[in-house]
C-alpha cells in the first residue's frame, strides 16, 4: 500500500469516529489523578495568590445581588468587579469580616452612581421635552386669541348680553389682551399675515374689502393700530346708483387712488409683522433655552428623595470604613478604644 492510500484509509470518517469516542479511564489511572492533584499547593506567587483570594468575594452575597443583570436597567457586573477589585488592593482584607466590609464599601459607591443617574435622569425628564411644551403652551394662547376674537365677530360686544355686566372699558381691555396675545407668538402673526394677504386679494378682485373682512380687521388690530383698522372699516363697496358703464372721471381716479392707497397701508403692515415675526422666533427660542437652564435642577421633591437616599449611602459607607479600619488595626495588634455611641432620642 503506497503512503498515499494509507493516508487516505487513515482519514476516513469510520475511523475518526472511532478515535474521536473517549475511552473509559481506568481505576489505577483515577487513584493516579487522585494523588496527584493531593499533592496540588496552588499558586506560588504573590500575584497568583492574590488574583485566587479575590475568587470568594466575587461570587458573595452583597457582589451578587447589588448588580441589576437583566432588563431595561442592566448593569455592567464586571464595572462592578473591577471596583471591588480596586478597593480589595487598597484595603487588602483578611478574612471574611474584612471581606464583607470591603464588599460594603463597594455597594455604597455603586448604589451612589444609580443616585446620580437617576438625579440626570429626573433633570432629563424636563428638559428633554421643554421646547416642545414650550411650543405647544405658545401655540394654545395664540390659537385661543384667534378663537375668542372670531367668536366675538359671531357674537357682537356691544351687544352680546353676558357682557353687560362689564363696562365698556373692561371689555375693550380684554379684546387687547387678545391682541397682544396675537401679536407675541408666530402663530397669531401669521393669522394677522394671512387676514391681510386675504384683504389685498379682495381689493384686486373686486376694488373693496368684504365685510366680514373689515370687521375681522378691526377686531384683530384696533387696539395696537386704530387708524389702520379704522381705514380699512370704512373701505366698503361703492355707494348705490354709481354708474353701470366705467368712465375716467374725477371718482374713478379718486376710488382707484384710494385702493392703491389701502394696498400700500397693507404691504406696510404685512412688512411690520414680518419683523414681528422674526422677533417672536428669536423670544421664544431665548424663552425656551431660559427655561431649560432652570430645570437644570431635578423637582423639589425629587431633590428631596435624592438627598436623603445619598445622605443614607454615605452614612452606611463611612460606617463600614471605620469598622474596616478598626479591624485591620485590631488585626495589627494596636490598642483599639470601643465606638462611642452617643443615643440622640430622648429620654422617658
Known amino acids: 500500500m503506497s503512503q498515499r492510500e494509507a493516508a487516505q484509509d487513515l482519514s476516513s470518517p469510520q475511523l475518526l469516529n472511532n478515535s474521536a ?69 487598597d484595603y487588602a482584607p483578611v478574612g471574611a469580616a474584612e471581606d464583607l466590609l470591603v464588599q460594603t464599601l463597594a455597594t455604597c459607591l455603586w448604589r451612589k452612581a444609580r443616585v446620580i443617574r437617576a438625579e440626570n435622569g429626573e433633570i432629563r ?9 414650550l411650543s405647544l403652551r405658545n401655540l394654545d394662547k395664540s390659537n385661543l386669541a384667534v378663537l375668542l376674537t372670531e367668536m366675538d365677530l359671531e357674537t357682537d360686544v356691544d351687544k352680546n348680553p353676558a357682557d353687560e355686566r362689564l363696562s365698556t372699558r373692561d371689555r375693550w381691555s380684554a379684546m387687547q389682551g387678545l391682541q397682544s396675545d396675537m401679536r407675541g407668538h408666530c402663530t397669531g402673526l401669521e393669522y394677522l399675515s394671512s ?3 386675504c384683504a389685498k386679494s379682495e381689493i384686486a378682485g373686486d376694488g373693496y374689502m368684504s365685510g366680514y373682512t373689515r370687521k375681522r380687521i ?22 348705490a346708483g354709481a354708474k353701470a358703464i366705467p368712465t375716467e372721471s374725477v371718482e374713478d381716479k379718486q376710488a382707484d387712488k384710494k385702493c392703491s392707497d389701502l394696498v ?27 427655561e431649560a437652564r432652570s430645570f437644570s435642577l431635578p423637582s423639589a421633591d425629587a431633590t428631596d428623595k435624592l438627598l436623603r437616599y445619598e445622605s443614607h449611602l454615605d452614612r452606611q459607607f463611612y460606617r463600614a470604613m471605620d469598622q474596616l479600619e478598626r479591624l485591620q488595626r485590631q488585626r495589627k495588634g494596636e490598642n483599639v478604644p470601643p465606638p462611642i455611641n452617643i443615643n440622640l432620642g430622648r429620654r422617658k
Open 125 to 133: 425628564k424636563r428638559l428633554d421635552t421643554i421646547q416642545m411644551d
Open 218 to 239: 378691526f377686531w384683530a388690530f384696533s387696539s395696537w393700530d386704530f387708524l389702520f383698522a379704522l381705514t380699512c372699516l370704512s373701505d366698503g363697496p361703492p355707494e
Open 264 to 290: 400700500a397701508l397693507i404691504d406696510c403692515r404685512l412688512r411690520m409683522l414680518d419683523a414681528l415675526e422674526g422677533c417672536a422666533s428669536t423670544r421664544e427660542e431665548l424663552r425656551a433655552d431660559a
Open 195 to 197: 387676514l391681510l394677504k
Open 21 to 89: 469516542r473517549k475511552r473509559p479511564a481506568s481505576v489505577r489511572k483515577i487513584q493516579a489523578n487522585r494523588r496527584n492533584a493531593l499533592r496540588s499547593t496552588g499558586p506560588k506567587t504573590a500575584r497568583g495568590k492574590r488574583i485566587v483570594s479575590r475568587n470568594a468575594i466575587k461570587h458573595g452575597l452583597l457582589a451578587r445581588e447589588v448588580v441589576i443583570t437583566a432588563g431595561q436597567g442592566e448593569e455592567s457586573l464586571k464595572e462592578f468587579h473591577v471596583l471591588l477589585e480596586r478597593l480589595w488592593e
